[in-house]
């Protein structure tokens, strides 16, 4: 995973990291979790919101013994209320808010949380498709078919939001059930600083042709040359299925790695 400040802004209001818990550890039950999230706010209090976001993120999952998708939920929930004390609390930090993207991967399901633009993409078999949907302005006249593809990304307002952490509606998408991964997934988490400035196709090209680390240098350098205009941030996850031990019963396991 990689975070730029890109070429226009003079701080980066990203934030994205990950946690791996290795095989002995206890909080390995609960998998691998990735989160981007990506604050808004006057004088550095997106960047504050986007940490509080990510640090409460990925301290209330692992701390909940429940599913997947309830210490999801609760880590949110968490998260919202933390944000929305400090700027009731600190006048600087009035009208803080944040995006916020989670994958959680317990064996061999994905769980997902997700409130604002940032985005969470699957490549599967050369197929590459977003898992999330925008809680955008235009990103709702898209899916009301108001707007097509295209106009929905050259839209003036496509940045503005109709739920965030911290925002009065911040209600997250949760996706109740896990989904199956398989062998050689790919699974990108970004901010809109690489999704606004390099379309799809070419992603997935980058993705497709280099390794996980130098394909997020490949995008931030991408989403440099196209303006730099908002910060960048992008994880990319690998899953890889474990050849089973010599002599051992073959059980479906599965290791997940992140860059």
């Known amino acids: 995973m990689l975070s730029d400040v890109g070429c226009v802004r003079k701080q980066n209001e990203d ?3 990950c946690m791996i818990p290795r095989e002995d550890d206890p909080f390995a039950r609960a998998g691998t979790l990735a989160v981007v999230a990506d604050g808004m706010g006057g004088h550095a209090a997106g960047e504050v919101a986007s940490r509080i976001a990510l640090s409460t993120v990925l301290h209330e999952y692992y701390r909940n013994p429940g599913l997947p998708t309830d210490a999801l939920k609760n880590a949110f929930a968490v998260a919202n209320q933390a944000i929305g004390k400090l700027a009731a609390d600190d006048p600087s930090c009035d009208g803080m808010g944040t995006t916020c993207s989670a994958l959680a991967i317990v064996n061999d ?3 997902i949380v997700h409130v604002g633009d940032s985005r969470i993409y699957l490549l599967r ?7 999330t949907e925008d809680d955008s302005m235009v990103g709702e006249l898209f899916r009301q078919g108001l707007l097509t ?7 003036p307002d496509k940045n503005v939001l109709l739920r965030a952490l911290g ?3 911040h209600e997250p ?3 109740l059930d896990g989904f199956p991964l398989e062998h050689n997934d790919l699974l990108m988490l970004c901010t809109d600083g690489i999704s606004d400035q390099i379309d799809d196709t070419t992603i997935a090209s980058v993705i497709m042709r280099f390794d996980l680390f130098e394909a997020c240098q490949q995008l931030i350098e991408l989403a440099r ?4 205009l908002d910060n960048a941030s992008v994880a990319i996850c690998s899953v890889q299925q474990q050849p089973p031990t010599p002599g051992a019963s073959v059980r479906s ?4 790695s992140a860059f």
């Open 225 to 228: 040359l196209a303006g730099g």
């Open 125 to 131: 078999q050369r197929e590459f498709r977003q898992l």
């Open 167 to 169: 925002a009065p509606d």
């Open 149 to 155: 593809a295209d106009e929905a990304n050259r839209h």
């Open 15 to 17: 934030a994205i990291g």
């Open 253 to 256: 396991t599965r290791e997940t």
């Open 109 to 111: 399901l994905a769980y």
């Open 173 to 175: 998408a949760i996706s």
